[in-house]
């Protein structure tokens, strides 16, 4: 039987790529709004492109927050990519203090414009960087990552990043020019990817299958 | 600096890609779909398809393409050419696109930047310029895939694009286009020095080297293939060997 995954419809995310990736590693897969079928999802996806406030205004104008909060109690797989992933978070900074689905502890805040030694780099972090274990070592503390080569490369395009309050929560990070980025965040069931996982190439779609057998 | 990453741009006319030289003329080569299709396999980073004919025909007609390449290759895909509205801009996302690269509609209407970027997130929108030397050795604007000229200067030009929120340039030299002699470095390293946002260069790879010389002098973060990719000149394992030996971080695969 096909895994079945629910993806939150919100008018943001580029919901046609995460489809196509998700139907090529063979997941039944419903579109929606309905604060029940959300709340009530198998496997539930947040998707996300955009600013974090407009973000939780369409979630807010859909009613979804408290849908997708209660999903979230259930310990049922779930997933939030890219914006989806910040507003998992209590607040963001981005165009002034807006709260978010407050999921994990801890705000999202600008990726500083200088690197670790001070000079300039470009902003937003766009291209691929390397996924690292956060607890150092070298396994992953979840199985969203089960392998996933140590180091692979996965695509980032963003210019905020997210700091979960307690560091357990940070899962994979990255390192641009030194400055630490939370790749991946979460515990047990929930999780986030700051990443793209369907525009990584083979092991973008590698780690959509993992959360689909979770 | 990130990662360089290499992309592959695809010049569409109709069901085809095509190649011409200075933007102009074309020679068939085959078709987006399994061109782009390969490429991915073969490990590029990214792919950039620009309407070649859109602003003539005032729309984008990628919409096939662009499904079709989004359901075959899972890596970042833009498309510009003819892209004149927010409208034009949803209907590409939609359709699979994660960005959009705009010109001669945002020369037009420079408002435009500031309204995709707000809407959609400036990440999606690529400021697409043609930059041509001028007589007094300045660079200028083109638009309508290289057949007008706007009078704005590049730098000028960017400068104000980057002010309403452009996210990345994609700039093309169209002296450098299509004649594998090497980008144009100083417009890379004029144009990087300048903005905070990710500096595409293209136009003009002829050699492993030339890509070399657009990252460590024109201090591009991205460079964008066709020619050499097109004819099959040379392959993207090759690149990605050439440019690793040289110290050039890019992706693992």
């Known amino acids: 039987m096909k895994p079945q995954v629910t993806i939150v419809d919100y008018g943001m995310g580029n919901l046609f790529s995460i489809c196509n990736a998700l139907d090529h590693c063979g997941a039944k897969i419903t579109l929606s709004s309905d604060s029940l079928v959300i709340a009530k999802a198998e496997h539930l996806i947040l998707p996300g492109v955009g600013a974090f406030k407009d973000g939780m205004a369409e979630l807010s104008s859909r009613s979804l927050i408290g849908p997708i909060k209660q999903h979230a109690l259930t310990g049922r797989p779930f997933l939030g990519i890219c914006l989806g992933m910040q507003m998992m978070l209590e607040q963001s900074s981005e165009f002034g203090v807006h709260e978010g689905l407050g999921l994990i502890k801890g705000s999202v805040v600008p990726i500083p414009p200088t690197g670790a030694n001070g000079d300039p780099h470009k902003i937003p972090h766009i291209g691929w960087n390397s996924l690292l274990p956060a607890a150092g070592g070298n396994t992953w503390a979840t199985p969203l990552l089960e392998d996933i080569p140590i180091g692979t490369d996965t695509y980032f395009v963003h210019s905020f990043m997210a700091k979960p309050e307690n560091s357990k929560r940070k899962l994979a990070l990255c390192y641009y020019n030194g400055i630490e980025i939370c790749g991946a965040i979460g515990s047990a069931n929930l999780l986030g990817c700051q990443f793209h996982p369907e525009k990584s190439g083979e092991k973008g779609l590698q780690i959509l299958t993992n959360f689909l057998r979770m | ?253």
Not at chain 2, 35 to 42: C, D, F, G, L, N
Not at chain 2, 58 to 79: C, D, K, Q
Request: net charge neutral.
């Open chain 2, 1 to 253: 600096m990130g990662k360089i990453r290499l992309i592959a741009r695809l010049d569409i006319k109709g069901p085809n890609v095509i190649k011409g030289i200075h933007l102009e003329g074309f020679r068939v080569v085959g078709k987006p779909e399994e061109m782009s299709t390969s490429y991915y396999k073969a490990g590029i980073d990214e792919i950039v398809y620009m309407d070649s004919v859109a602003s003539l025909y005032g729309r984008n007609s990628l919409e096939g393409i662009i499904r079709y390449t989004a359901r075959h290759a899972f890596i970042p895909m833009t498309v510009g050419g003819g892209v004149r509205s927010v409208d034009d801009v949803r209907n590409l996302l939609a359709a699979g696109a994660d960005k959009v690269a705009i010109n001669t509609a945002a020369l037009r209407n420079p408002k435009l930047i500031r309204e995709v970027s707000q809407r959609f997130g400036s990440q999606c929108m690529v400021l697409s310029v043609e930059a041509k030397t001028d007589k007094t050795g300045n660079w200028e604007a083109l638009s309508d895939n290289g057949r007008e000229h706007s009078g704005r200067h590049v730098l000028e030009w960017i400068e104000e694009a980057v002010s309403l929120g452009a996210g990345e340039i994609l700039l093309t030299s169209v002296d450098k286009e299509g004649t594998r002699k090497g980008f144009d470095l100083e417009l890379i390293h004029a144009v990087s020095d300048m903005v905070t946002i990710p500096v595409i260069a293209s136009g003009g790879m002829g050699s492993c080297q030339n890509l070399i010389d657009a990252i460590q002098i024109g201090k591009a973060d991205a460079v964008a293939m066709a020619d050499v990719l097109h004819f099959e000149r040379l392959s993207i394992k090759e690149i990605r060997e050439q440019v690793t030996s040289v110290g050039i971080s890019v992706r693992s695969i």
